[in-house]
């Protein structure tokens, strides 16, 4: 079966980095699309970054943008999201999801695969 298991989430303080990753298992990593998403409290469940399976070619949220840096390692089947200079409202818990091809990269229902999540709290 597939499976996407993600980890590094915690607790930081406001200006401080984390790494997330994401370890794939079940499926032909290399051809995947991999991305991020994110849910917070009381808000639907957003786009963050998204890299395609050969090319690295990568998109981020506007939010994000010259913060956080989306990328992968096939060899490993792994995908990352490095977060820099992070703030209070980057608190949520974030999913890593896998999709064959893409239409529009930032809706979720595209995607086929999802991890179960990892939290990232930013404390002022």
């Known amino acids: 079966q597939v499976q996407l298991v993600e980890s590094g989430g915690g607790l930081v303080q406001a200006g401080d980095s984390l790494r997330l990753s994401c370890t794939a298992s079940?499926?032909?990593?290399?051809?995947?699309?991999m991305g991020w998403f994110r849910q917070a409290p009381g808000k639907e469940r957003e786009f963050v970054a998204v890299?395609?399976?050969?090319?690295?070619?990568?998109y981020y949220e506007d939010s994000v943008k010259g913060r956080f840096t989306i990328s992968r390692d096939n060899a490993k089947n792994t995908v990352y999201l490095q977060m820099n200079s992070l703030k209070p409202e980057d608190t949520a818990l974030y999913f890593c999801?896998?999709?064959?091809?893409?239409?529009?990269?930032?809706?979720?229902?595209?995607?086929?695969?999802w991890g179960q999540g990892t939290q990232v709290t930013v404390s002022s």
């Open positions: 999801a896998a999709a064959t091809t893409l239409t529009d990269y930032s809706e979720s229902r595209r995607y086929s695969y």
């Open positions: 079940g499926l032909t990593f290399s051809r995947y699309y």
């Open positions: 890299i395609s399976g050969r090319s690295g070619s990568a």
